[in-house]
Every structure is written in C-alpha cells, then in structure tokens.
C-alpha cells in the first residue's frame, strides 16, 4: 500500500530558531500534499494544501510566512517552522494524495512529528 | 456549511461489546466519508471508507452505515477489543478543487477487558 515517510518524529528547538519537517511518498507520486496540526485531545487542522511545483493554499488564520510550505517534487514536501515559539509546539501531521487513485480517494497520512519550542 | 459533527466525545464499551460511533455533515456535496483510526503520538490510518450509493460497507468487525437523506453515518466496531481503544475520527471530502478532508472532533474509545 501507499507509503508517506514523516521525518523527523520528534524534534526540540530553542525559540527563535527554524525547523524544517519532511514528508516523502515512498511508492507514488503526490500530486497534492496536506499539512495539519494536532493540540493534545484535540482533532486535525488543516494548516495547508500544496500541489507540486505551485505555491501552496493556506487556510485561514495560517501564518504564511511563519509556516513555510514547499512541495518541489511529487514525493518530497517540506513544511518549516521560522522563528518557531513555545506556542508553535504541536503535533505536526502530512497526507499525501495519490495522484493516480482517482479522486478524492487515496489519501495516505505521515507519522507525525511532535515539536516541541523551548 | 463545511463542518462535520461528531459524537460521542469519549466512549467506554466492554471487550466484546459493539462500538458505536456517529457523524453528522451538512454539505451535499460531500461524496467520500472516510473513518481514521489515531493511537496516540501516530498519524491517523484510514480504516473504512464509504461514498453515498451505498448504504452500508463491511470490513471484518468494522461497519459504516449511511443514511444520505438524514446526512449521517456511523462507524460500528463489532466484538470489540482493548486494542481498538484508540481515537477514531470521521472525515468528509468531495470531488472537486483541492479535495481536502473535514475531520469530526474525535471519540476517545476505551475498551476494557
């Protein structure tokens, strides 16, 4: 079945600094990449969607320039944290799309990466 | 418009016991109604899914029922097993643009032994 590697799974840094998380397909090719974030006891939100080559689409309240989304191939997008603070620790989740299951079906999600901004 | 219901918050059920978790969604356009899976520190498994022209979807002790005039569906766990405790969110898509997943707000469930 379909494959998405999350790198790292967990990851601490000092407020201030950037950090960068991975999201690779391992056996296909995404078209279109999602990014969420989970607080404890709480369900999934959707930070942003992003399809190869293009700019991604933030939602709503998403600080563009805090989260920084790239999705230069069909199997690797990377989301980075700039400037990350305290209350940026989260858990960090991607989905990727499968794009030759038709859609809107094949959806496939990371491990997550849990940040923690000390 | 956008939002998917989801209820109970948290359920406790008995080893062998059914499981019974239920959603609610308003948009009609909604045509791919997905149930994950989360254990704790993990990313959510996609564990059964359904579209709206069937009624019903089995998958082992897992079942889906979905009823498309009264916008609900609902995720029953058969003979249910302390290692189904977990949290387990519906999701709703639809064909179209960036076809992204609208969680529920989660159940918490506990199956004791």
């Known amino acids: 079945g379909a494959v998405v590697s999350q790198h790292p799974s967990w990851v601490i840094c000092k407020s201030g600094t950037s950090v960068k998380i991975e999201c690779r397909s391992l056996?296909?090719?995404?078209?279109?990449m999602f990014w969420y974030r989970q607080f404890p006891k709480q369900s999934l939100m959707l930070m942003a969607t992003?399809?190869?080559?293009?700019?991604?689409?933030?939602e709503q309240g998403v600080e563009k320039d805090k989260f920084l989304i790239n999705h230069a191939s069909l199997t690797l997008s990377t989301l980075t944290v700039t400037s990350a603070h305290p209350e940026d620790s989260s858990f960090y989740i991607c989905?990727?799309?499968?794009?030759?299951?038709?859609?809107?079906?094949?959806?496939?999600f990371g491990s997550g990466t849990r940040l923690t901004v000390v | 418009q956008q939002q998917v219901k989801q209820s109970p918050q948290s359920l406790i059920v008995q080893k062998g016991g059914i499981s019974i978790i239920n959603c609610a969604y308003e948009?009609?356009?909604?045509?791919?109604f997905p149930w994950y899976q989360q254990f704790p520190g993990k990313g959510p498994a996609l564990l059964i899914a359904?579209?709206?022209?069937?009624s019903e979807k089995k998958e082992g002790r897992f079942t889906i029922s979905f009823n498309k005039s009264a916008k609900q569906f609902s995720l029953h766990i058969m003979d249910s097993q302390p290692g189904d405790s977990a949290t387990y969110f519906c999701?709703?898509?639809?064909?179209?643009?960036?076809?992204?997943?609208?969680f529920g707000a989660g159940t918490r469930l506990a199956v004791h032994p």
């Open positions: 989905s990727a799309r499968d794009g030759g299951t038709p859609t809107p079906y094949g959806y496939t």
């Open positions: 056996d296909f090719q995404a078209t279109t």
């Open positions: 992003s399809n190869e080559g293009s700019k991604a689409t933030y």
């Open positions: 948009n009609t356009a909604f045509d791919y």
């Open positions: 359904i579209r709206p022209d069937v």
């Open positions: 999701a709703a898509s639809r064909a179209g643009g960036y076809n992204k997943l609208i």
